[in-house]
């Protein structure tokens, strides 16, 4: 495998359940990102991870939660969502250490339905 | 005003034709740029990075003018594959030991026979 994956590409779960995104990155990067994106809208950064530290929560609803075990893997932990949760979500890597020269790398993202 | 703003278009221009996006940004201690294209339903990826006043790949040139806080993409040739939505990316400032992006909403682009 390389570059960025994610786990599953789509998926449909009602308000109640609990389900999990996963993403693994194959490139040696020590940042992981998750992003949403709503049709029609800027892709919209929900978490960071830095060296498997959470540097950043983008006033995300606690019914988000992420997981960076390692810094090759990055979860999304998903419980009692909303329809209008319904999005694209999108993972990223990146190799930080240079002040504004590091590009990010997605994976596929996952289709996320909310019933 | 937005972070970063593009005109969404769509721009629909025949095959052969040069074509032309701009974006514009409001930090203008904005570090580094970048574009990325996104197909329909799929991820974003990187097509050019932009980190002094500009760079040329093949038929794509992007120009960055910090004093007027906006940068362009310029695609010669067009391909019907070039279809697709182009995002405008800027890193503000690195803060928190990590580079944030900024992404703009994107610029639809059809070319077509």
Known sequence: ETGVTQTPRHL??????????????????NAMYWYKQSA?????????????????????????SPECPNSSHLFLHLHTLQPEDSALYLCASSQDGTPGYNEQFFGPGTRLTVL | RKEVEQDPGPFNVPEGATVAFNCTYSNSASQSFFWYRQDCRKEPKLLMS????????????????????????????????????????VNPVFSGGYNKLIFGAGTRLAVHP
Not at chain 1, 45 to 64: A, C, Q
Not at chain 2, 56 to 62: I, K, L, Q, S
């Open chain 2, 50 to 89: 932009v980190y002094s006043s500009g760079n040329e790949d093949g038929r794509f040139t992007a120009q960055l003018n910090r004093a007027s806080q906006y940068i362009s993409l310029l695609i010669r040739d067009s391909k019907l594959s070039d279809s697709a939505t182009y995002l405008c990316v």
């Open chain 1, 12 to 29: 449909v779960m009602g308000m109640t359940n609990k389900k999990s995104l996963k993403c693994e990155q194959h490139l040696g990067h």
């Open chain 1, 40 to 64: 029609k809208k800027p892709l919209e950064l929900m978490f960071v991870y830095s060296l498997e530290e959470r540097v950043e929560n983008n006033s995300v609803p606690s019914r988000f």
